[in-house]
């Protein structure tokens, strides 16, 4: 998941003296009420070394009443701690009733430094269960993993480095953590996904920047506080008080290059050569019984109709199947909203090709009020576990989202409309979508982050130019069945 | 959990022929509204082999409008069905709204069948995720496991066999079952446990008196409709509609044989000899740095500290410490009602006693209110996981009841009154307690069931003599310690 994040957000120093400065103003007055309600709240910094976890640890403090706080440090389990269930030195750390505790690193600093453990996934359970008996018992937690690119952290090592006040904070940790930036990537994003849960879930900061980091810091904190108070006050806290954070949600599809393009020769070339590799691996998977599914989301007119066309023009009929999602029938409307799917998952040997897809749940059904905030929420955790499902059944998992901007979408729209053949595709709907195109930038995004998984990743295609697109699919399933089926690449 | 559970409750069939009628004209009743409301019911049968599942659907079926039901019956995964996802050919059979399933063996034919396979950990968190996903989406699940004993099984089993019509029911599975009884219980208790949730939580179902079994199923299914219509109708259900439930619990207490006694002279003899072998064993614990639990729970004047103090008489004082429950005070009142006991565990090489515990949550607090019903409830689920926190820092764990009856009680207590030097001991809260007996009983028998792990069993010590109850204290720590280190009993 974090791969796909945006890190270009930013804020000019001008701008975030006087924000800053209200927001101190109002933590500092929540900070009494939660004390006067005896809320205990813990807040987690998790994240990339020289995130800049210190910098902002300290920013926060500075809106706060020293004598309602504590800050725990936490090093790598080893010495008299390694002597005690894991656990014991976090829990001896949680705040009374009406304390805030911070944690620089905490609980999670086992399964962070050490994902490949036999223990790991005992950790990352133990984690969350911690978290839910705390909730349970009142307390607020809050977690933030500060998140920077390869290249800001290989600068900031290295100018600590050449400083000798801060050369000593340089360790060789550290710069293993970036050379190896992209496994460490892979690894803190599963640990993430494994322990977001709707009760406590993380918070990604784009941390290059620091004023934008503290300003969405302190805005999460003070939504949080408010949030935990109305539930004290009423039992069922509208899940609508966090829209006050939409300014500050992880953004992808803000950094995809849609310039991308090949030529028609090279586009004629390659999808020659791909279909036939697929043709043959189509063959292989039947025989060695691997189920296949490949999920096609994107905008109206992105060119998902022609990228399936082209993926299985050369295919045995027999072995695959499309999948159209069409409005649920009666009988689909009379079971859950994953039902329908389920019945038309693929055997092994099979490929099923979702054109469109149980992620409407979390884009048109969110967009459009179909279902409750608690439906669309809940969708992402029940998404993971579907396909969770399949890759226990040994599945190769591709998911595209097809992309193209604005102006392309039109300039489409328009031909369809001129064109007698095409007509019929367009509806007036597709117009309407269009008008909330920044409510699905929003759901994508959201939607592209919560459901990357390392055994069903998420490809963003860009589709501005239709050649382009197709080949990108094309290679990515040609690729990720080679891997599966331990053929090398012989591009 | 199974092993400890009372299997002799039975029912006359006198007494047994208007309940069942009346049953079945509630359920009735219930299974109309049910549908009016759209609900969707699911009730899952497993169990043992030829403990009746069979007969136990058939009596429940007869209750219901035959246009409202599907029965399905789940064989092992094989041919077809293994070529899917696991959960594949469970969710398409999964009620349309207003329909009742009712599956004969369901999703966790695979858990119970191969618990040892390497798929097993991901099985269980599926059957729980899938269930989660239901529920959340308003479906009732109901869940039985049909428990018969060994020899009950054995007998059947033969029976069947004999008959020459009843004779193709038997295979070679089901008496490869019976004679591997012990083993094929401590893997279904801990699939059980691993499944066992709040949302939808085990019934176990004494089912060797046919009649006593029925109508248990058939009154636990209509307090689960009635609470589900309840909660459509008010978001909070009052847990308390659970109580006409009270008389179908599982009982454990019940079966504790009192009888047992040694002579004094044996008693003598086996104290010292056990008593050398904990400090031998005490020492080589703190070399290796194996940390030791020992939590004693039990009556009023059971004699908690009498066998305590025979378990610590011998050992070095600098490596174990004594903790007494006493009330919390302000700090630990401030804090979780676990963070206390966090605090106190031992470290590597040590060993805790605990006189009382963590398990107050779920019998003091839970009987004389001093929490709230959803605290105790999920108070099971906390207590796991603070064990499975310790087994995984390796610690070996035991945990006893010291059962005696109230008479015994009532003989102890007069000699405390009487005897200036003991009546200290003596409180009108334990003359109080007394008279909540019968609700202890209830309390402790829910406690044993629920919270005995392969790696945290408890013990129930039959103390009415109280020379038998401290060595078979002594006997089972020394043994589970010499079992942890790898020492061959030298008995």
């Not at 905008?299 to 159209?324: C, F, H, M, Q, S």
């Not at 029940?382 to 591709?398: M, P, S």
Request: glycine share 4%; aromatic share 10%.
């Amino acid at each position: 998941m974090l791969t796909h994040i945006d890190l270009s957000k930013k804020m000019s120093k001008k701008e975030f003296k006087p924000k800053y400065e209200e927001l101190s103003a109002t933590l500092s007055a929540l900070q009494r009420e939660a004390r006067k309600l005896k809320i205990p709240i813990i807040i987690v910094f998790e994240g990339w070394a020289a995130s800049g976890k210190g910098t902002q640890i300290n920013m926060l403090l500075q809106a706060l009443d020293p004598r309602g706080f504590e800050v725990h440090t936490t090093k790598p389990t080893a010495g008299e701690d390694a002597m005690y269930p894991y656990l014991c030195r976090f829990w001896k750390k949680t705040p009374a009733r009406g304390v805030i505790s911070i944690f620089d690193h905490s609980w999670y600093i086992d399964p962070f430094t050490n994902p490949k453990s036999e223990k790991y996934p005992a950790r990352c359970q133990q984690c969350i269960d911690f978290e839910r008996e705390l909730v349970d018992d009142g307390n607020l937690i809050i977690k933030f993993f500060l998140h920077i690119s390869k290249k800001e952290q290989k600068k900031r090592l290295a100018e600590l480095a050449e400083n000798e006040n801060t050369s000593w904070r340089v360790d060789e940790h550290d710069l293993e953590q970036n050379r190896r930036y992209d496994d460490k990537c892979a690894e803190f994003s599963e640990t993430i996904r494994l322990t977001d849960t709707p009760y406590c879930p993380w918070y990604i900061v784009e941390a290059e920047d620091k004023e934008y980091a503290a300003v969405k810091i302190m805005s999460v904190v003070i939504a949080k506080i408010q949030a935990q108070i109305e539930l004290m006050q009423s039992p069922r806290p509208n899940p609508d008080d966090f829209d006050q954070l939409s300014d500050y949600r992880n953004y992808v599809l803000n950094g995809v290059d849609l310039t991308k393009t090949i030529s028609k020769d090279e586009y004629k070339e390659q999808l020659l050569k791909l279909q036939s590799r697929l043709r043959l691996l189509h063959a292989k998977m039947y025989r060695e019984r691997v189920p296949l599914v490949c999920v096609f989301e994107g905008w109206d007119a992105a060119g998902k109709g022609g990228a399936i066309r082209r993926l299985t023009e050369k295919l045995d009929p027999r072995g695959y199947n499309v999948v159209p999602s069409s409005a649920p029938n009666d009988i689909e409307k009379a079971h859950n909203h994953l039902w329908r799917y389920w019945t038309k998952m693929p055997k092994a040997g099979h490929a099923a090709i979702f054109d469109r897809s149980w992620y409407g749940r979390v884009m048109v059904e969110r967009i459009e009020g179909f279902c409750t905030t608690d439906e669309w929420q809940r969708a992402y955790r029940e998404i993971n576990n579907i396909e969770r499902n399949l890759y226990d059944a040994d599945t190769v998992i591709c998911k595209f989202w097809l992309h193209i901007d604005p102006d392309e979408q039109e300039k489409r729209f328009m031909e369809r409309r001129d064109n007698p053949q095409k007509s019929w595709k367009l509806t007036d709907e597709d117009w309407r979508n269009r008008e909330k195109w920044d409510e699905y930038v929003t759901a994508v995004d959201e939607m592209l982050v919560r459901t990357s998984t390392p055994y069903a990743p998420w490809t963003v295609v860009e589709a501005n130019d239709k050649y382009y697109a197709r080949i990108k699919v094309l290679k990515t399933v040609v690729e990720a069945l080679e891997k599966r089926m331990g053929i090398d690449s012989e591009k």
